[in-house]
């Protein structure tokens, strides 16, 4: 292992690396139970049992591929954000697009992204898209989770006066959001219960706050009689591989989703996403000190991640991703592949305790969305919101996302503007604002979809 890994030339030992790994693992391990919040039969309608066994086995034998292809400690796994638009694109199709073909249009989106990282487009990309706008990316989807966390666990309800139209209503007019009843709703009061603990944790600064937390609450909620204890009668501890969703996507239904919706949504928010968690991550852990080699790494782990998105989908789960809780690990001393490879083991171990995961109510997991957007939101300090050039877009971006139900809305109306005003900006002022080309090429696409496909 000393050799493979190269561990004394990265300052690291075989006990340092499997205690990172295990740490990456419990600060992540959340996803085993809140993917099925947005993938299962209350999300997009997934079977639970294929749920958990697609994000267990696609986190973990990629994350494993990730250690020993790459040898960086950078753990993969079903992304946040991703699976709440995979539901979204469900749901709002009322019946049109089944799960089956959403998971097509993943593993579609995972081939263009394969295309574009082999041919370079993808760091052109990176270059072109201006930094403001994809932080505001991560904010808007951050506030996006944590609306879908409120109204999950009844936290914030929403309330219609009969009668009124809800395509023109707008809050105060029939239409309002408001607070659960915390007395009456049990769910909701277990929520707040959790997302307290979570809080409280993260406070402390403890490992596996999330994953701590989401038990915690579980435990708490038996009592209150939101945790179901009766699932756990007759379980089968050994991995169950009935009723699963390996190979069942739909690529023909996938294609007639629009391919702008597939390219432009899976492909642009997963690798803008993807290229700060893996660039990050590699700095933290030294692997940027010398140039060349790290940018070898990350060229090496952007064609692992390429290949797990599609990977991700033939198991049946949705788009597989880099984490930036793998920084967790790195901060407990990982240094190289060993640490992704523990973590990987980890998760496929977990495929034996599938029965006490789904045991986890919708009230326990919303806690952790709502922490997750405050993670997510935190990226806001990064945009420039003294240049209205990228302040204007930017907030259409971040506000747009959850005010509009809508992940595409908010992208493409921050594209749209940035480049419109940009250009003004550049005919009016003296100040000359850099306008890549491939910028032009999204807001022509952004323009065509508007008029052609309105907003869905």
Same mark, same amino acid.
């Given at each position: 292992?000393?050799?493979?890994?190269?561990?004394?030339?990265?300052?690291?030992?075989?006990?340092?690396?499997?205690?990172?790994?295990?740490?990456?693992?419990?600060?992540m391990?959340?996803?085993?139970?809140?993917?099925?919040?947005?993938?299962?039969?209350g999300?997009?309608?997934?079977?639970?049992?294929?749920?958990f066994?697609?994000?267990?086995v696609?986190?973990?034998?990629?994350?494993?591929?990730?250690?020993?292809?790459v040898?960086?400690?950078?753990?993969?796994?079903?992304? @946040?954000?991703?699976?709440?638009?995979?539901?979204?694109?469900?749901?709002?199709?009322?019946?049109?697009?089944?799960?089956?073909?959403?998971?097509?249009?993943?593993f579609?989106?995972?081939i263009v992204f394969?295309?574009?990282?082999?041919?370079?487009v993808?760091?052109m990309?990176?270059?072109? *898209?201006?930094?403001?706008?994809?932080?505001?990316?991560?904010?808007?989807?951050?506030l996006?989770?944590t609306?879908?966390?409120?109204k999950?666990?009844?936290l914030?309800?929403?309330n219609?006066?009969?009668?009124?139209d809800?395509t023109?209503?707008?809050?105060?007019?029939?239409f309002?959001?408001t607070?659960?009843?915390?007395?009456?709703?049990?769910?909701a009061l277990?929520?707040?219960i959790?997302?307290?603990?979570?809080?409280?944790?993260? *406070?402390?600064?403890?490992?596996?706050?999330?994953?701590?937390?989401?038990?915690?609450?579980?435990?708490?909620?038996?009592? @209150?009689?939101?945790?179901?204890?009766?699932?756990?009668?007759?379980?089968?501890?050994?991995?169950?591989?009935?009723?699963?969703?390996?190979?069942?996507?739909?690529?023909?239904?996938?294609?007639?989703?629009?391919?702008?919706?597939?390219?432009f949504?899976?492909?642009? *928010?997963?690798?803008?996403?993807?290229?700060?968690?893996?660039?990050?991550?590699?700095?933290?852990?030294?692997?940027?000190?010398?140039?060349?080699?790290?940018?070898k790494?990350?060229g090496?782990?952007?064609?692992?991640?390429? *290949?797990?998105?599609s990977?991700?989908?033939?198991?049946g789960?949705s788009?597989?991703?880099?984490?930036?809780e793998?920084?967790?690990?790195?901060?407990?001393?990982?240094?190289?592949?060993?640490?992704?490879?523990?973590?990987? $083991?980890?998760?496929?171990?977990?495929l034996?305790?599938?029965p006490l995961a789904?045991?986890?109510p919708?009230?326990?997991?919303?806690?952790?969305?709502?922490i997750?957007?405050?993670?997510?939101i935190?990226?806001?300090?990064?945009?420039?919101?003294?240049?209205?050039?990228?302040?204007?877009?930017s907030?259409l971006?971040?506000?747009?996302?959850?005010?509009?139900?809508?992940?595409?809305?908010?992208i493409?109306?921050?594209i749209?503007?940035y480049? $419109?005003?940009?250009m003004?900006?550049n005919?009016?002022?003296?100040?000359?604002?850099?306008?890549h080309?491939?910028?032009w090429?999204?807001?022509?696409?952004?323009?065509?979809?508007?008029?052609?496909?309105?907003?869905?």
């Open positions: 292992m000393d050799r493979f890994f190269k561990l004394k030339e990265n300052g690291t030992n075989v006990r340092t690396e499997i205690i990172a790994g295990i740490t990456t693992f419990m600060t391990a959340y996803i085993l139970v809140v993917n099925n919040l947005f993938l299962g039969p999300g997009a309608g997934m079977p639970s049992e294929a749920v066994f697609a994000t267990a696609g986190a973990g034998l990629i994350t494993i591929l990730m250690g020993l292809f040898n960086v400690p950078i753990a993969m796994a079903p992304g @946040m954000g991703l699976n709440a638009y995979f539901m979204t694109v469900v749901l709002s199709s009322n019946g049109a697009i089944t799960w089956q073909a959403a998971l097509g249009a993943v579609i989106s995972g394969l295309i574009l990282t082999v041919t370079k993808r760091q990309l990176l270059v072109a *898209v201006p930094d403001s706008l994809k932080m505001a990316i991560t904010v808007g989807i951050g996006f989770i609306i879908i966390g409120l999950l666990c009844n914030v309800m929403v219609i006066t009969p009668g009124t809800i023109h209503a707008v809050p105060g007019s029939g309002n959001l607070l659960g009843n915390l007395m009456m709703q049990k769910d277990l929520a707040l959790g997302l307290l603990v979570i809080a409280v944790l993260m *406070v402390l600064r403890v490992k596996g706050a999330l994953l701590i937390g989401i038990i915690a609450t579980t435990v708490i909620g038996i009592p @209150m009689g939101v945790t179901n204890l009766s699932s756990l009668s007759g379980a089968s501890w050994f991995p169950s591989f009935n009723n699963l969703a390996v190979g069942q996507l739909d690529l023909v239904s996938a294609l007639h989703i629009g391919l702008f919706d597939i390219i949504i899976f492909t642009f *928010v997963e690798l803008f996403d993807t290229f700060g968690t893996l660039v990050g991550t590699a700095t933290r852990a030294g692997l940027m000190e010398n140039k060349a080699e790290g940018e790494k990350v090496k782990a952007m064609l692992v991640d390429a *290949v797990g998105v990977a991700g989908a033939v198991l789960t788009t597989i991703t880099a984490y930036v793998s920084s967790s690990g790195v901060e407990a001393g990982g240094r190289t592949g060993l640490t992704a490879v523990t973590t990987g $083991i980890l998760f496929l171990l977990a034996f305790i599938s789904l045991l986890v919708s009230a326990a997991t919303a806690p952790a969305l709502i997750v957007g405050v993670l997510m935190s990226q806001v300090r990064k945009i420039d919101w003294d240049d209205f050039t990228l302040a204007f877009p907030f971006t971040i506000v747009l996302m959850p005010f509009t139900g809508s992940i595409a809305n908010g493409s109306a921050g749209l503007t480049v $419109i005003l940009a003004f900006g005919l009016a002022t003296s100040r000359k604002v850099k306008i080309w491939l910028m090429v999204l807001a022509i696409i952004v323009i065509i979809r508007f008029v052609f496909m309105g907003s869905e």
